[in-house]
């Protein structure tokens, strides 16, 4: 069978910004991607892996800083792109009527108003927008302006159309209509666009969507796996194997330094392998507070529940939770297995105890898994002023991070050595500094030596 020839092919992209060092912060790895006819495309990854720099290299907003995107195999910047972007905060001009808003992307393209007026009412029909043309989108609620907005986007006809977290600022229920809307239009051909491509963090929404799923990873963005969805539609999200698709994809999410799992025999394709060389992990920002407080919901759910399930028990976001889970994960005190947490027994230890032995339970997790507490305590005790600047760090972090994100990560990193009295840190003159307890025992354990 001959392979499709791709609409919009990335080959080898890369995004990184240059520093005055030789170094440079690298935000995306070398990436091959493509998008071919036929298919809705889900783009997931925890955040910070990059999505939406990615979309906006593959649409031709952002030029990659190595690599080459093809338009039907041209330099797309070279090429006649016909792609639109519905974005996620609707992005609506507030002095235009809902008409004038459609209408405003076939204006720019010069179109002659009696033909842009019959596809701009075309359309409006399409979507269920027919009487509120003459609406400014603040008379609207947030379901009827993010259909403006898919109406805006599909006027001008898009072969590829692009869309950033399109569903995440709306309920429950105005986002799986307009989930519902959206297939039943692409599965009917009521529209002409030929490829679908969808930034979302809800897995159960690409699950229900996506012809084949592509998941990133971060530090740097790098796909991790990249499959073809063979589940027929409607999915039930009840069936057996809509499940196991969305445990697998949560195991890969949550499980970001290990091999890819095998995929469900309900899915085509193979991971992709993780060709990351990591230096220091990237510390999930969770407060211990946060992490405490999962350990002893979970004890009650019996000391294991499903990812998911539990940020639904809970009415967070998913992206919210899975920084806590990446927490208590990798400080020992979780286990992720296919989208379920299962709490250790050090775990349990921690969420049944007293604030110190919490402390000191914390203290011997964080030293013996984080690298860079480990370090900040070692650079501290060799110090004869037991004290350690931040520069020193910010400088070795930075090889490896965005500005951003270094800072995030020294944050961090601060607040769990506080919290488990690993050191202190003198803000006003930005170093680490040995807290008094560490001393004193510091200067115990001297002792001993001294007398053995």
Known sequence: MLMQEAIIRAERVEKYYAQPSENRIQVISPTDLSIVPGEIVALLGPSGSGKSTLMRMMTGLSEPSAGQVYWHEKPIAMADVNVSIVFQSFAL???????ENVEAPLKARGMEPADRRKRANKILDTVGLDGFQAAYPKELSGGMRQRVGFARALVVEPEVLFMDEPFSALDVLTAENLRSELLELWQKKTIPTQAIFIVTHNIEEAVLLADRIIVLGRNPGHIRTDFKVSLVHPRDRKASAFTQLVDYIYKVLTQPDAKPPELPQTTT????????????????????GGIAGLLEILLDHSGKDDIYRLADDLAFEIDDLLPIVDAAQLLGFLKVNEGDAAITETGTEYANSEILRQKELFRIAAVENVLLLRQIVRAIEAKSDRTVPEEFFHDMLDEQFSEDETIRQLETAINWGRYAELFDFDASRRRFIQTEKLHHETEVETAAEIDA
Do not use: N, S
């Not at 001009?93 to 008409?99: E, G, N, Q, R």
């Not at 394709?269 to 211990?288: E, K, S, W």
């Open 269 to 288: 394709g193979r991971p992709v392998r993780d060709q990351r060389q990591m230096h220091y992990q990237m510390l999930p920002h969770a407060r211990p």
């Open 93 to 99: 001009f507030p002095w235009l009527t809902v008409f």
